[in-house]
């Protein structure tokens, strides 16, 4: 069921996921900033007794932009008011890609509501080839939208898997000035975030999931952000993608909740 929250920064409106019950656990999305990415995620950890929440990010699906600058410590700030908003105390903290950089930011800030973290195809700070990679998706995304769109598409999932699953590549969305505006937005955040000093002061417990044909965050960054954080497990597995909660939902599902039964004795 959806529901929404004013935020207490600039009084944007948000759009949330709620589901299940149980010990909570809050999902982060990556760049594309939707709810909607954890369906099937949300689905199986409500089944087995979880209190899942998630939300379309600033300026994406039925969340208003408003006038905050966006930046990762904003978006973090964001999910800590949902956590606030909906009553949450500790919740086990999930991000991918983006939306892993976003959980760093937000157990570094408020380290008293993360149970444990679970980062999926993300990264510390920047390197070259991230860098070269989204400066070439951003000049796509103002040249050709739709292509823009597709290209994503070609880039997160395994070969194989589009060949399975080639309703993914059609686009019928229309991207009006607004929209291209908030991608742009969220592409300059990434880019400019930098956590590795942060990853290194992170004291709750963390496990880092990667594929290890990512083509848009190479496993390479997973490799060195397990370095960073004291005590973090690293699993990864050779394919999957960069969408490797879609691809290899079964896997990944099951890869949560075996984490998360370690915190049992926690409730």
Known sequence: MTSYFESGVDGATFAVE?????????????????????????AALAAQH???????????????????????????????????????E?????????????AQQL????PEKVRSLVLGATWAGP???????????????????QCYEQQGVY?????????????FVATGKKWGPEQVQTVQERIEALLQFDGRSQA???SVPSLILSAEDDAVVPHALQKELQTLVAGATLTSWPTGGHFFPVTLSHIYNDTLLNWFS?????K
């Not at 589901?19 to 909607?36: F, K, M, N, Q």
């Open 90 to 102: 500790l919740a086990h903290v999930v991000g991918h890609s983006t939306g892993g950089c976003i």
């Open 107 to 110: 157990a570094y800030a408020h």
């Open 127 to 145: 390197n070259a080839y991230m860098q070269n990679l989204f400066a070439l998706r951003a000049q796509l995304l103002r040249l050709d939208p």
């Open 50 to 88: 979880y209190h899942v929440i998630c939300m379309d990010q600033r300026g994406i699906g039925g969340s208003e932009r408003g006038t905050a600058k966006v930046s990762i410590a904003q978006l973090a700030e964001d999910f800590h008011q949902l956590l606030m908003h909906c009553g949450v």
């Open 262 to 266: 370690r915190f049992e004795h926690d």
């Open 18 to 42: 709620r589901t299940g019950e149980g010990p909570a656990v809050l999902l982060i999305s990556g760049l594309g900033g939707s709810a909607a990415f954890w369906k099937g995620v949300s």
């Open 200 to 202: 290194a002061a992170l």
């Open 155 to 167: 880039l997160s999932y395994p070969a194989e898997w589009i060949w399975k699953h080639n309703a």
